[in-house]
């Protein structure tokens, strides 16, 4: 039995249905019952319960042999700031897999985290991993680059603002790099971990194909959509000043501080993890993005 944190998440969501099609018997932790119903209908073993609840992970890890952890913000909102989510939820979960007896815990982290990271979001992944090293359990720690397929958020709101503006948004130089790599790539990464004892105390960074500029991304992205406009750069102290405006008005807003400082920043790494370790040739972004958003 696996069982998976953050399972409705936009990962863990597509981990399940992978999973499951293998035949393979999950649990997955839900903060409430409603949410569990589609994955009931899977056939998976729905648990309820939360990150910051000890009692209810300790019930939930009960009889699993492997625990993936996907539990992750991207920004911080009234009742779940990074500390509390990445450090303190991972500490408990590890807790929790201790007790239960797990033989393999599985820790999604992100590209770019590191010890002395200037975003918040990387500094606390950078913690919760040296949670996951010390725990004495035999770990696999991912960090993928961004993320992207149906339902990502990123594509989401990048779309939104493409159809609502008459020019394509970039913020500052729009010249930091990234590797996109796709959800079903990043998922088979995540079920030969968890299905073998080969990834066993790595950490594994993995991207797509093709290193590109965020400038290129937002026209990739506006291009599978059929818009065809003309790139407008939004100066970087205007963008932050906003974003600080924001951030003191809204409970979730659209544009954090943090998300500026990564924004600023590369987010690549070589191919040897995903094509040598895990054996997969990554699907290229422009392909990726066929698959899910058509022409207006």
């Avoid at 649990?27 to 589609?38: D, F, T």
Wanted: glycine residues 8%; aromatic residues 6%.
């Amino acid at each position: 039995m696996i069982l998976v944190t953050g399972s409705t998440g936009f990962v863990g969501s597509n981990l399940i249905r992978r999973l499951r099609a293998d035949d393979i018997a999950v649990r997955a932790l839900v903060r409430n019952s409603e949410k569990g119903q589609p994955l009931k209908s899977l056939g998976v073993d729905v648990a309820e319960g939360d990150i910051s609840d000890k009692a209810s992970l300790e019930k939930a890890a009960e009889g699993c042999e492997r625990v993936v952890h996907l539990v992750g913000i991207i920004q911080e909102t009234p009742g779940a700031d990074f500390r509390n989510v990445h450090v303190e939820g991972t500490r408990n979960v590890l807790e929790a897999a201790r007790k239960a007896g797990a033989r393999h815990f599985f820790y999604q982290s992100a590209l770019g985290t590191r010890p002395g990271a200037k975003s918040e979001y990387h500094k606390t992944k950078w913690e919760a991993e040296e949670l996951v090293r010390a725990s004495g359990i035999p770990y696999t720690i991912l960090r993928p680059s961004l993320i992207y397929g149906p339902g990502d958020q990123f594509t989401i709101r990048l779309k939104e603002m493409i159809r609502l503006s008459p020019v394509l948004p970039v913020i500052g130089s729009g010249k930091s790099r990234v590797q996109p790599i796709y959800i079903e790539d990043v998922v088979s990464c995540i079920v030969k971990a968890m299905t073998s004892d080969s990834f066993y105390n790595e950490m594994y960074e993995i991207g797509g194909p093709e290193q590109l500029t965020f400038e290129e991304v937002t026209v990739a992205i506006a291009a599978a959509m059929g818009v065809k406009r003309p790139a407008v750069h939004m100066p970087l102290f205007l963008v932050k000043s906003a974003a600080r405006m924001l951030e003191s008005v809204l409970p979730r807003p659209p544009l954090t501080t943090d998300q500026l400082i990564m924004l600023q920043e590369d987010n690549v790494c070589g191919m040897g993890d995903i094509r040598d370790a895990f054996g997969i040739e990554p699907v290229p972004f422009r392909d990726g993005l066929r698959n899910f958003i058509s022409p207006k």
